[in-house]
Nanobody, 123 residues
Framework: VQLQASGGGLVQAGGSLRLSCAAS????????MGWFRQAPGKEREFVAA????????YYADSMKGRLTISKDNAKNAVYLQMNSLKPEDTAVYYC?????????????????WGQGTLVTVSS
């Protein structure tokens, strides 16, 4: 199983980025998918999750209203649209997959992890 995250980069505060997570070895329609992030010197934290069937989404309060998580079953990929980015959003963003019917914000419940993509937001 591989989860290949991409789309990170340097963006000015207020800007937008769209992260992608391409899956191989698993089918995203059969997994709950999530995004987490880890800033330098901080613990990994939950960002967003989408249920196996794609009908339910859940967002971290700190980023709610600025995020949209989505799935494309045909491309076997998951996306995270991030708007109105702030310098405190700077972190490595990871996608993860959990073999559960429900979505989860708990990192320990996820079965597979990607390598991460760096998002840097300048002020």
């Amino acid at each position: 199983v591989q989860l290949q995250a991409s789309g990170g980069g340097l963006v000015q505060a207020g800007g937008s980025l769209r992260l992608s997570c391409a899956a191989s070895g698993l089918t995203v329609s059969s997994y709950g998918m999530g995004w987490f992030r880890q800033a330098p010197g901080k613990e990994r934290e939950f960002v967003a999750a989408i249920s196996r069937n794609g009908f339910t989404t859940y967002y971290a309060d700190s980023m709610k209203g600025r995020l949209t998580i989505s799935k494309d079953n045909a491309k076997n990929a998951v996306y995270l649209q991030m708007n109105s980015l702030k310098p405190e959003d700077t972190a490595v963003y990871y996608c993860a997959a959990v073999q559960s019917i429900s979505l989860s914000s708990v990192a320990e419940r996820y079965d597979y992890w990607g390598q991460g993509t760096l998002v840097t937001v300048s002020s």
